[in-house]
């Protein structure tokens, strides 16, 4: 593949794009504002700064939903912005693209986004699984033999693969990530306090005290929002304890399905599993003390990949030397 080549992870809630030869380049929010004509009037940052604050001439999108695209012009205008802004350098020349697509999208899905890349300006476009993908970057011998098993924790999907030789020898997607977990904190402050916040107050809230197992030392913080009852600003005080069970069923449903994974691999394989562990990637490993709850749940060592949020972006910048391995083909 010559140098003009990209790696794009393209997330529900963010984008980030691998340059070859420059490293990560580009993280966007994945949002786009038009207004009521269609006419983009801003793109990644500039638009989230837009979401609930905008007149009802103009709306704040997120193309993708779940880790797909839900609305496929709009994509195609982000994933144009994206690789404009990357290859500033090489105007004249159209960049080859790998793009991720979650371990179980289908065959339509995988076309769209392929076709929206090759629409957005890419000379040729590769999907590639999000767990693959999030292996890579986190630095597993995913072309050695024995098992490697990934969880990549997205903001609209969590990806879980079990890769040996290059492959992936079972995997599943489910449609729970960093979204679902804002959501739950937004429903649960609005049964238990009447009180309305928006979804970026849910994921800072997440961010700071959110956890998945009992903290060493609990945290509290203030939350503002509006009354449901006088309809006027009100503040709050919420404790770990609280988001702790607020999370508990987007928490519960990531265990269920590691479990699951666990329970279809090979039993070769579950024998190494339960020597090399299994790694977290994606901005919901971050959570604090869900590796803890997933070891005491799976009886597996786990452990957080050293850049987390970076790791599929990563993986799909050195795929690009890897496709000869991979067997990436375009849809």
């Known amino acids: 593949m010559l140098g003009r080549s ?11 794009v691998f340059v070859k030869g420059k490293g990560i380049v580009l993280r966007e929010p994945s949002v786009v504002a038009v207004d009521r004509k269609g006419k983009i009037l801003a793109v990644g940052e500039e638009a989230k700064k837009m979401i609930g604050k905008t007149p009802s001439s103009i709306s704040a999108r997120q193309p993708l939903r779940d880790g797909v695209i839900a609305d496929y012009t709009t994509t195609a205008t982000l994933l ?6 990357s290859c500033s350098p090489w105007t004249l020349f159209k960049p080859d693209v790998i793009i991720c697509v979650p371990a179980k999208a289908t065959s ?3 076309r769209a986004v392929v076709d929206a890349a090759i629409e957005a300006g890419a000379r040729n ?14 630095g597993l011998p995913i072309t050695e033999p024995g098992a490697n098993v990934i969880v990549d924790i997205g903001g609209g999907t969590t990806d879980i693969a079990v890769i ?41 809230i997440k961010i700071q005290i959110g956890s998945a197992y ?15 009852v006088t309809g006027l600003p009100k503040t709050i005080r919420i ?18 399905r590691v479990k699951f994974i666990l329970e279809q691999t090979p039993p070769e394989l579950v024998a190494e599993i339960v020597t090399r562990g299994i790694v977290l990637t994606g901005g919901g ?47």
């Open 108 to 110: 339509v899905e995988r």
């Open 214 to 228: 009992k903290l060493p030392q609990e945290l509290a913080m203030e939350v503002r929002g509006r009354d449901m």
């Open 6 to 16: 990209l790696g794009i992870d393209l997330g529900t809630t963010c984008v980030r």
């Open 285 to 331: 490993a971050l959570l604090k003390g869900l590796d803890q709850l997933l070891q005491l749940e799976t009886g597996v060592p786990i452990r957080v990949a050293d850049d987390p949020v970076s790791a599929v972006a990563l993986g799909t910048g050195m795929a690009l030397d890897m496709l000869h391995v991979l067997h990436l083909d375009g849809v």
């Open 125 to 138: 476009a590769f999907p590639i699984e999000e767990p693959m993908a999030a292996a890579i970057g986190a």
């Open 80 to 85: 144009k912005y994206l690789i404009r802004k």
């Open 239 to 256: 404790t770990s304890e609280e988001i702790r069970q607020a999370l508990a069923e987007p928490v519960s449903q990531i265990v269920n």
């Open 164 to 204: 040996s030789l290059g492959g992936i020898v079972v995997s599943d997607s489910i449609r729970v990530g960093g979204i679902k977990m804002d959501e739950a904190i937004v429903k649960h402050i609005k049964r238990e306090h009447n009180l309305l916040i928006g979804e970026q107050t849910a994921e800072e």
